[in-house]
């Protein structure tokens, strides 16, 4: 498993000031090609986490190699709302919605999956996530030790604080995210290639 492997690229590259910043930067190649090179692995099955926002463009995909691309995705308003608990004031492209739409057509993408629908019926949408990658769905993914993980990167202590004290899927929230007024236009902004990537969701 490899987590999040352009942040320092990415931080690198447009000089935005993230929490953990200098460890992130200290930790990974900050040259696009190279991340991209380290990560082809002799492994049977290597499990890549990447946040959208970090690919931009111009990037090489070719350096990318064979992989079966799955997008995650959330409905705008809740993003916001949880983003912005760690940073007070993303922008639209800060949120990967939009490098999303755009990755539609420079990658093969395997399937869309929803993080909602994900919540509220794990095993269904698992097994069609792993119907589309070629992998054999067991019962052994609904639950997980709490507790970071080896692979963690250097700035879990700021992000993986609810993801460290899991042990299973939680239910989908029943209350409307609270999205700053301030960020309205943010979340708006997006909602289009939300739906867009929603469409997909049959994939």
């Given at each position: 498993?490899?987590?999040e492997?352009?942040?320092?690229?990415?931080?690198?590259?447009?000089?935005?000031?993230?929490?953990?910043?200098?460890?992130?930067?200290?930790?990974?190649?900050?040259?696009?090609?190279?991340?991209?090179?380290?990560?082809?692995?002799?492994?049977?099955?290597?499990?890549?986490?990447?946040?959208?926002?970090?690919?931009?463009?111009?990037?090489?995909?070719?350096?990318?190699?064979?992989?079966?691309?799955?997008?995650?995705?959330?409905?705008?308003?809740?993003?916001?709302?949880?983003?912005?608990?760690?940073?007070?004031?993303?922008?639209?492209?800060?949120?990967?919605?939009?490098?999303?739409?755009?990755?539609?057509d420079?990658?093969?993408?395997?399937?869309?999956?929803?993080g909602?629908?994900?919540?509220?019926?794990?095993?269904?949408?698992?097994?069609?996530?792993?119907?589309?990658?070629?992998?054999?769905?067991?019962?052994?993914?609904?639950?997980?030790?709490?507790?970071?993980?080896?692979?963690?990167?250097?700035?879990?202590?700021?992000?993986?604080?609810?993801?460290?004290?899991?042990?299973?899927?939680?239910?989908?929230?029943?209350?409307?995210?609270?999205?700053?007024?301030?960020?309205?236009?943010?979340?708006?902004?997006?909602?289009?290639?939300y739906?867009?990537?929603?469409?997909?969701?049959?994939?």
């Open positions: 498993m490899v987590d492997p352009l942040y320092a690229a990415f931080l690198a590259a447009t000089g935005k000031d993230h929490p953990g910043r200098d460890e992130i930067l200290a930790s990974q190649p900050t040259d696009p090609v190279e991340a991209l090179r380290a990560l082809r692995s002799p492994r049977r099955l290597t499990y890549e986490k990447h946040m959208a926002h970090h690919w931009l463009p111009g990037w090489p995909a070719a350096e990318i190699g064979e992989a079966r691309h799955v997008l995650l995705i959330r409905d705008p308003d809740r993003v916001v709302a949880s983003y912005a608990k760690v940073r007070e004031a993303p922008l639209p492209e800060d949120l990967g919605y939009l490098q999303q739409v755009a990755l539609l420079a990658l093969p993408i395997a399937c869309v999956i929803d909602d629908e994900l919540l509220a019926d794990p095993p269904r949408v698992l097994r069609r996530l792993c119907e589309a990658v070629g992998l054999a769905y067991t019962d052994r993914m609904l639950s997980w030790p709490p507790g970071r993980r080896p692979t963690d990167g250097v700035w879990a202590p700021h992000w993986y604080a609810r993801v460290e004290a899991s042990t299973g899927f939680s239910p989908p929230s029943s209350e409307a995210a609270q999205v700053p007024d301030a960020l309205r236009a943010v979340a708006d902004a997006v909602r289009p290639a739906e867009r990537l929603r469409t997909l969701l049959s994939r």
